[in-house]
């Protein structure tokens, strides 16, 4: 797997800080594991049951993610710019 640029994954999450962006970009993790990591916390925002990560590093950026959607000041800007990047 390719690891994902940085400008993948400002395509994924949108107006985030850089600081997330390559901390997640520091992973090493592939566009599908940002991808899977973010699907996973998009279903808990519907309350469907929490998944086990396929990956160490899906799990790694899910942790990073949900620093940057569990932050109050952050949380609904954050999830606002998902995808509209």
Not at 10 to 21: C, K, Q, S
Request: hydrophobic share 40%; charged share 30%.
């Amino acid at each position: 797997m390719t690891t994902a640029s940085y400008q993948q994954i400002v395509e994924l999450l949108g107006d985030v800080d850089p600081l997330f962006v390559n901390r997640i970009e520091g992973t090493g993790a592939s566009f599908d594991e940002i991808s899977e990591a973010l699907g996973q916390l998009e279903d808990d925002q519907f309350g469907a049951e929490r998944r086990a990560a396929a990956t160490p590093r899906v799990a790694e950026v899910r942790a990073i993610l949900e620093e940057v959607f569990d932050d109050p000041a952050t949380e609904e800007e954050a999830w606002a710019s998902v995808g509209s990047a």
